[in-house]
C-alpha cells in the first residue's frame, strides 16, 4: 500500500467508484448469522436467504479493501476491522448447501471438523488481501487483527485442505472428472496461503499440493477445450484455471509462461466464445445459464496470454462502465485496475465462428453466416447423462433466429436442496421429456455414464450437420434397438430434423420441442411459433410435420415452485412444450420435421 507510484497506475476513474460504492457503506452493520438461517436449507429447502448475507459481507469487505487502497487516510480502516472481526467469528465460511447431508450435520457446521467449499476458499482470499495491503494500518491498532487472521484461514482452510482429502480434488467414486471446484479452490488457495504464509517451507509444500490438485482438473479435460458444465461455469472452470497460471507467473516472475503455448490451454480459453450465440444468449446445455454475464477484463488477458486477437476482442465487446461492486474471485479485480489503457482501447468484436465442432464434448455450432448473429443458429450435443451439473440431455439441440430463441433448452432453475441431491431427476428441467427428445414406450432418458450418445458423427459444409444414436441414453424398458438422430442446417433456409427409430416393441412415441414463445396449430402438419425480434417485433416460424403420422398439442408449463422462479428468470413465464404424439407407433420408422420461417 505504501508503493503509491505503482497504485498511481491503476485506473484512477476505478478507483474513485470503490470510493463511492464503499461510502454507501460506512454505517453497514455487520450482521451476525443466526443458526436457524443456516437451518433452513433442510427445512425448506431454501439456499438463498443464508448466501444473501454471507456474501454480502464479503463484497463490502472487498470494497472497502479497495476504497481504503484508493484513498490511503484511514477512513474505511474501523470498518474493514469490523467486517474482518465479524466474519472471523462466522461458525462456517461456506454455505449450508454445501456441508455432508445426514444426522451429524442437519443443517449446521460442526466446527470441530473444519474442511474447506467454494465460498470458504473465497473467504480467505478476502481476509489475505485485507492483511496484504493493510497490514500496517491494522497493527497501528492492535496486533491481534493480523493474527487473527492467520489463525483462522489457516485452521479453516490451509491445514485441513494440506491434511484432509476433499472430493473436489480428484475424481468422484464413479469416475467424473473434477469439476470447477478444484481449479476455483485452487486459485484462492494460492492467493491466502502465498500471502498469509510467512515460513517458505510451508508455502512451497503448499504450492506443490496445489500443482498436483490442478493437475487432477487438467489431465483429464479433452483437448478441445469443451466445458461440459457450459459457458455459464466457465468463468469459474476454464477462467480459474487461467487464474492459477496467472497468479502463479506473477508470484514466480513467469516461471509458468510455457502454460499459455499449451494447445488445450489455449481451446480452454477460446470456448468461452465457441459457445456463443449472441451478445446476450450463450449455449445452455445442462445447469449453464442461457444469459451468463461475461468477465470481459479477465476474457481479454487471457486472450493476451494466449495470443487470440478473437478473444481479446470478445473480452473488449464486454465492457461496461465501472460499478464499484465486487464479488468473487476478487482478485480479478485488482489484475484489472492496472490494464485499462489497453483494454479500451481494443476493438470490441464477436468472432461467432461459422462452424464450431468440440468432437470430445460432442457438440455441434452452427449459424448461418460467419461474424454475424443473422439468420439461424443451431446446436446439438451427444455425450453422456453423467456430466457435471448435467441433465437428461442426450441428442437435445436448440434453434436461435438472428440471435434470439427458437427452440430452446429451458436449463437449469433456482438451486433449492433438491437441485444436488438424489432427487434431482424429480426436478421436470432436468429430465429428457421436457428437452427437445421424444419419449419412447414411456420412458424417458436416465442417468448415469452408461446412458450416452453412440455413432457420433458431423459433418461440415455448406448445410453442416451432426447424426448420433441416443439409444443407449434410455433404458432397457424403452425397447430402443437403435435411434439415429439427425440434424441439419440448411443455410439461409431452415433446420431440419430427422429421427430414424427401431423398436423392439412399438406402444408409444412422442417427440417434445420446448419453446419460450405460444405455439398453436393452425392446420394440420404445420405448427406456427410466435417468435419475437429483439425490438419486439412479431414473426412466426413454423415446424412441420406428418399430421398423417403425429397428432400435436401445446402445453404452457406452470412456474410455481422455488426452482421454477430460476426458469421465470431466464425466460420469462412463457415456456411452452409441444408434444407431437405418434399416431400409429411401428417399430421401425422416419419422423422429420422443417423449422422454417413462416
Avoid at 507467473?249 to 503455448?261: C, D, E, P, W
Amino acid at each position: 500500500l505504501n508503493e503509491r507510484s505503482e497504485w498511481e497506475k491503476a485506473d484512477p476513474k476505478i478507483m474513485e467508484t470503490y470510493v463511492r460504492a464503499a461510502e454507501s457503506e460506512l454505517n453497514y452493520d455487520w450482521p451476525t448469522i443466526p443458526a436457524t438461517l443456516s437451518l433452513l436449507y433442510v427445512r425448506s429447502g431454501n439456499r438463498s436467504q443464508y448466501e444473501a448475507v454471507s456474501f454480502k459481507k464479503r463484497r463490502v469487505l472487498g470494497t472497502m479493501i479497495l476504497a481504503e487502497i484508493a484513498e490511503n487516510k484511514g477512513r474505511f480502516i474501523d470498518p474493514i476491522i469490523n467486517g474482518i472481526w465479524s466474519i472471523c467469528e462466522e461458525s462456517w465460511w461456506g454455505v449450508p448447501a454445501h456441508l455432508p447431508t445426514g444426522k451429524d450435520y442437519s443443517g449446521l457446521m460442526d466446527v470441530t471438523e473444519p474442511f474447506v467449499d467454494l465460498f470458504a476458499a473465497e473467504t480467505g482470499t478476502f481476509l489475505a488481501w485485507a492483511d496484504y495491503f493493510l497490514g500496517d494500518k491494522f497493527d497501528a491498532v492492535s496486533p491481534q487483527i493480523r493474527k487473527r487472521i492467520y489463525n483462522e484461514v489457516n485452521n479453516r482452510l490451509m491445514q485441513p485442505l494440506m491434511n484432509k482429502y476433499h472430493g473436489w480434488m480428484g475424481k468422484t467414486a464413479a469416475g467424473r472428472a473434477p469439476n470447477n471446484w478444484n481449479p476455483w479452490i485452487c486459485s484462492n488457495w494460492l492467493n491466502f496461503m502465498l500471502l498469509l504464509e510467512r515460513d517458505d517451507a510451508k508455502r512451497a509444500e503448499m504450492t506443490a499440493k496445489v500443482l498436483k490438485v490442478l493437475d487432477e482438473f487438467l489431465n483429464p479435460y479433452p483437448q478441445d477445450g469443451g466445458c461440459d458444465e457450459g459457458p455459464g461455469y466457465w468463468g469459474a472452470a476454464g477462467a480459474s484455471l487461467y487464474d492459477n497460471i496467472a497468479f502463479l507467473n506473477l508470484a514466480s516472475k513467469g516461471a509458468f509462461q510455457y502454460v499459455y503455448n499449451d494447445e488445450r490451454f489455449k481451446n480452454m480459453g477460446r470456448y468461452i466464445y465457441r459457445a456463443q450465440i449472441s451478445e446476450t444468449y450463450f449455449l445452455n446445455f445442462a445447469d449453464a445459464a442461457p444469459r451468463p454475464g461475461m468477465d470481459g477484463e479477465m476474457i481479454y488477458r487471457y486472450g493476451k496470454d494466449i495470443r487470440d486477437q478473437d478473444m481479446m476482442n470478445f473480452g473488449a465487446s464486454y465492457r461496461r462502465p465501472a460499478s464499484g461492486s465486487v464479488g468473487f474471485q476478487y482478485f480479478r479485480k485488482l489484475f484489472s485496475l492496472f490494464i485499462q489503457d489497453e483494454y479500451q482501447k481494443t476493438l470490441q468484436k464477436f468472432p461467432l465462428p461459422k462452424d464450431v465442432w468440440l468432437p470430445d464434448l460432442q457438440v455441434i455450432c452452427a449459424r448461418d453466416k460467419q461474424g454475424e448473429t443473422a439468420g439461424f443458429y443451431l446446436a446439438a450435443k451427444g455425450g453422456n447423462n453423467d456430466e457435471s451439473h448435467n441433465h437428461n440431455d442426450i441428442g437435445n439441440f436448440v434453434v436461435f433466429y438472428d440471435g434470439q430463441p427458437l427452440l430452446i433448452d429451458v436449463g437449469s432453475g433456482k438451486y433449492t436442496a433438491r437441485t444436488f441431491s438424489p432427487k434431482r431427476y424429480e426436478i421436470w428441467f432436468n429430465c429428457s421429456d421436457y428437452h427437445n427428445l421424444p419419449t419412447v414406450n414411456g420412458e424417458t432418458q436416465k442417468p448415469g455414464v452408461s446412458f450416452k450418445a453412440t455413432n457420433v458423427t458431423y459433418h461440415p459444409g455448406k448445410s453442416p450437420s451432426f447424426s448420433l444414436d441416443i439409444a443407449k441414453a434410455y433404458p432397457p424398458e424403452a425397447a430402443i434397438n437403435s435411434w439415429k438422430r439427425t440434424v441439419t442446417l440448411n443455410r439461409d433456409k431452415n433446420v431440419t430434423l430427422k429421427d430414424v427409430a427401431d423398436l423392439q416393441t412399438a406402444n408409444s412415441v412422442t417427440q417434445h420441442f420446448m419453446t419460450c414463445y405460444p405455439a398453436e396449430i393452425l392446420k394440420p402438419g404445420e405448427l406456427t411459433i410466435h417468435y419475437e425480434t429483439k425490438e419486439g417485433n412479431a414473426m412466426d416460424f413454423i415446424i412441420t410435420y406428418n399430421p398423417k403420422q403425429m397428432e400435436a398439442e401445446v402445453e404452457k408449463i406452470k412456474l410455481e415452485t422455488e426452482e421454477d422462479q430460476g426458469v421465470l428468470g431466464n425466460w420469462g413465464d412463457r415456456i411452452h412444450r409441444v408434444n407431437f404424439k405418434v399416431i400409429t407407433p411401428k417399430k421401425k420408422d422416419n419422423y422429420t420435421f422443417v423449422i422454417r420461417k413462416k
